[in-house]
Structure formats: C-alpha cells, structure tokens
C-alpha cells in the first residue's frame, strides 16, 4: 500500500520541509508516503476565490492515484485520538488500497474535492498553517503507524 499527501501550496519552508522529510523517511517502511505539491489558484485583488479554490481542487483530483482510499483533511471533519487514527489506519490496510490524504488552499477544498473523499479528518479546532498541517499530518500519520506496530514512539 502507498500513500500520498496531496498538498495546495509550494515551496514549504525549509523547516516543514525538513520536519516532513523525517516523518516521511519513518514511515517508508510501514507506510510510504509520497508528497504531491499542487499549484495555488491565483488570489488578489480583481481575483475570485471561488474560481482559485475550483482550480485548486480540479488539480487535487488529476493527482488522485485510481481507486485509492481518499481522506481531507478538513476542519469539520471528524477527530480522531492517535489510536483512533491507528484503527482507521489499519481500516484503510485492509482495504488494499492506496490511500490519498487531501490539504487544500487558503479557503479550503473545492466542493467536488470533498464530495470525492471517503472521510474527512480534522486536526481540531485551532486553524493551522496549510503549511504545518502537512508535518503533523505526517506526525500523526506515524505515531498511528507506530502504535500498530507495537514500537515505543508512542508512549501515552
């Protein structure tokens, strides 16, 4: 099973890029998981932000891999405890599919992105940088790894 993170934005800054980096080299071998950077809809003056996000989510579905176990992340979707979110990990295994987990723009996901997913995950209630939201992604992502495999990174 192989897993992407499909992120609106680029260039994250060196420090989430770093952070991520080491999150994704542990989980290659319990959950690979590749980081799919998707080009912002153009915003500003004159611009219109329904047309950015529609763009947006347009591009996030082209990088769907066909048939994967889609997941937004989306601050009203449902909360998960880490070893809530390891038994959903070990839900998405069984399945056999490859899994999708979705970050979208500024104003969130485009109406079709959410209509396409199968669930939808929030972090909680605080708004985070779309930036930082893809290293905690990550974090969690391998702490419910982890816990599944029974290693010590978890330690509640």
């Known amino acids: 099973m192989k897993s992407k993170l499909i992120a609106v934005g680029e260039r994250a800054p060196r420090w989430v890029a770093e ?8 989980l290659s071998h319990w959950l690979p998981l590749e980081l799919v950077e998707i080009e912002p809809g153009l915003r500003g003056k ?3 932000a329904l047309r950015a996000t529609a763009d947006e989510g347009a591009r996030v579905l082209a990088a769907l891999p066909k048939n994967a176990c889609v ?3 989306e601050g009203r979707g449902r909360l998960w405890t880490s070893e809530q979110l390891a038994q959903r990990l070990e839900h998405w295994r069984g399945q056999g599919r490859d899994l999708a987990f979705l970050i ?3 104003e969130g996901h485009a109406p079709d992105v959410l209509a396409r997913a199968d669930e939808q995950w929030s972090l909680g209630p605080l708004t985070l940088p779309h930036m930082l939201v893809r290293l905690v992604a990550a974090e969690q992502l391998y702490r419910a ?12």
């Open 104 to 106: 979208g723009g500024p």
């Open 145 to 156: 790894a982890a816990l599944l495999a029974n290693h010590p990174y978890h330690r509640a």
């Open 71 to 73: 997941v937004a992340l």
């Open 46 to 48: 004159g611009r219109d």
């Open 19 to 26: 952070g991520f980096g080491e999150y994704q080299k542990r």
